[in-house]
Structure formats: structure tokens, C-alpha cells
Nanobody, 121 residues
Framework: VQLQASGGGLVQAGGSLRLSCVASGRTFSSATVGWFRQPPGKERDFVAAITWNADRRYESDSVKGRFTISRDNSKNTVYLQMNNLKPEDTAVYYC???????????????WGQGTLVTVSS
């Protein structure tokens, strides 16, 4: 599975962005997919995850109520809609596929290259 994340950019605080993660490979539609982010100089943290059939979704406390994860298996794509962005959301955002039993842990088999989100105050 190869993953391509896109949709990052520069946005003012309070604005919105939608990230996309497009995958190649048949196993994507049966895989849990997650989004993680790595702020400058910090470790990579969990943001959100979605199971293969979208019956379960997970969000970190820091983004709950502002970010929404969704997927379209017909397009091999997972989205991260980010609303009411804050400067502390500035980070490189990575998508990952084929998570383990704990979807919030970085135990994913495949990772994309990351897309930079910068939120100005």
C-alpha cells in the first residue's frame, strides 16, 4: 500500500482545511486508517482514526469536536476535515494504514509522506 497525503497549507486561526489520503493497493479498503501529526521539534501524536467500514472512529481529545475523519473506499481515500484550526494544530500531518488493535497507537504498517499544515494567529 502506498499513501499520498495532500491538502495542507497555510490558514489563519479559525479557518478550515481538508486533508486527503489517497492509497494504492487493494488492502486499503479493509484497513484501519489513521492520521498522526508531528509539530516542529516534537514527537508524532495521534489525531484520528477510522476502521475499514467506518463503524468506529477515534479522535484525540485535542481535536474532538473540531476534526472529523471519514473515508470513501470507492476512491481509496480517507479525509480529515479540520475546522476551527488553532496555531497549536501546526504540524506535519501523516496518514497511515493497517493499524493494530489499538488504532491510536503508531503501530501502522504503511505511512504516507506527510503534508504540512500551518495555522497563523
Amino acid at each position: 500500500v502506498q499513501l499520498q497525503a495532500s491538502g495542507g497549507g497555510l490558514v489563519q486561526a479559525g479557518g478550515s482545511l481538508r486533508l486527503s489520503c489517497v492509497a494504492s493497493g487493494r488492502t486499503f479498503s479493509s484497513a484501519t486508517v489513521g492520521w498522526f501529526r508531528q509539530p516542529p521539534g516534537k514527537e508524532r501524536d495521534f489525531v484520528a482514526a477510522i476502521t475499514w467500514n467506518a463503524d468506529r472512529r477515534y479522535e484525540s481529545d485535542s481535536v474532538k469536536g473540531r476534526f472529523t475523519i471519514s473515508r470513501d473506499n470507492s476512491k481509496n481515500t480517507v479525509y480529515l476535515q479540520m475546522n476551527n484550526l488553532k496555531p497549536e494544530d501546526t504540524a506535519v500531518y501523516y496518514c497511515a494504514a493497517q493499524g493494530g488493535a489499538d488504532a491510536t497507537a503508531p503501530n501502522y504498517g504503511y505511512w504516507g509522506q506527510g503534508t504540512l499544515v500551518t495555522v497563523s494567529s
